[in-house]
């Protein structure tokens, strides 16, 4: 029994880990994470998609929440925006844009009616363009956002007007206000829907046509602006 030798293992053979172990754990939980990270695209109403949406103004970058991390599947997100000053920035810009449809007492906080017309221009804007219509939306209200105003300044029953810088944010709350201030006078005891409406308004505005309500009045309060610097 003394005489025996110890076993020893061989030099140069790495033992192999067993299958199922840690390492195999590890690997599955990768697999889990990338497949969560790279979920099904969020798109507008499951068809308009905000990967490509190009904002050409870079001056108002920050106030049109149009990328890819403001997605959503409904323009209809419950947020709190009014708590806070600028928290409406980040508010999805097409969802803004139902909120300025619910106006005049008779449609305040109709905001699935107001959805359900943004749903069917967007449909409209697609037939006659052929684009992305929150593409078109982007240029609408990029173009229609007056750069200058007149403010009244003086006191004492002295009073004049000067003309002043409007501010990025203003821009954009002020495009879509003219917007969807010419599209509802437009649909007023007309045949045509506030959808149809809607539509056409935006693409006049997107193309920079004088024939858009919004572009009307945005080139009158510039000029006014430009007469009394």
Same mark, same amino acid.
């Given at each position: 029994? @003394?005489?025996?030798?110890? %076993?020893?293992? $061989?030099?140069?053979?790495?033992?192999?880990?067993?299958?199922?172990?840690?390492?195999?754990?590890? /690997?599955?939980?990768?697999?889990?994470?990338?497949?969560?990270?790279?979920?099904?695209?969020?798109?507008?109403?499951?068809?308009?998609?905000?990967?490509?949406?190009?904002?050409?103004?870079? &001056?108002?970058? $920050?106030?049109?929440?149009?990328?890819?991390?403001?997605?959503?599947?409904?323009?209809?997100?419950?947020?709190?925006? !009014?708590?806070?000053?600028?928290?409406? @920035?980040?508010?999805?810009?097409?969802?803004?844009?139902?909120?300025?449809?619910?106006?005049?007492?008779?449609?305040?906080?109709?905001?699935?009616? /107001?959805?359900?017309?943004? !749903?069917?221009?967007?449909?409209?804007?697609?037939?006659?363009? $052929?684009?992305?219509?929150? !593409?078109?939306?982007?240029?609408?209200?990029?173009? &229609?956002?007056?750069?200058?105003?007149?403010?009244?300044?003086?006191?004492?029953?002295?009073?004049?007007? !000067?003309?002043? $810088?409007?501010?990025?944010?203003?821009?954009?709350?002020? @495009?879509?206000?003219?917007?969807?201030?010419?599209?509802?006078?437009? &649909?007023?005891?007309?045949?045509?829907?506030?959808?149809?409406?809607?539509?056409?308004?935006? %693409?006049?505005?997107?193309?920079?046509?004088?024939? &858009?309500?919004?572009?009307?009045?945005?080139?009158?309060?510039?000029?006014?602006?430009?007469?009394?610097?």
């Amino acid at each position: 029994m @003394a005489d025996e030798e110890p %076993i020893v293992a $061989d030099e140069g053979v790495e033992e192999e880990p067993l299958e199922g172990g840690e390492e195999g754990l590890v /690997a599955e939980e990768e697999d889990d994470y990338v497949a969560a990270e790279s979920g099904p695209e969020i798109k507008l109403f499951g068809k308009w998609s905000f990967d490509d949406i190009e904002i050409r103004d870079i &001056s108002l970058e $920050d106030y049109i929440a149009s990328k890819t991390d403001h997605a959503v599947y409904l323009p209809h997100t419950a947020g709190r925006y !009014q708590m806070k000053r600028f928290r409406k @920035a980040s508010c999805p810009i097409v969802e803004r844009l139902a909120c300025c449809l619910m106006r005049k007492g008779r449609n305040n906080g109709k905001k699935m009616m /107001a959805v359900r017309i943004i !749903q069917h221009t967007m449909e409209i804007i697609h037939l006659l363009t $052929d684009k992305n219509p929150i !593409q078109i939306v982007v240029d609408a209200i990029i173009n &229609s956002g007056p750069r200058e105003d007149s403010t009244r300044v003086g006191g004492a029953g002295v009073v004049r007007r !000067q003309a002043v $810088d409007m501010s990025p944010f203003r821009r954009v709350n002020y @495009a879509l206000f003219l917007i969807a201030t010419g599209a509802r006078e437009a &649909s007023f005891r007309n045949l045509k829907t506030m959808a149809e409406c809607l539509a056409e308004e935006l %693409i006049n505005a997107a193309r920079g046509s004088s024939n &858009s309500y919004a572009i009307k009045k945005k080139d009158e309060i510039e000029r006014v602006a430009k007469s009394n610097r």
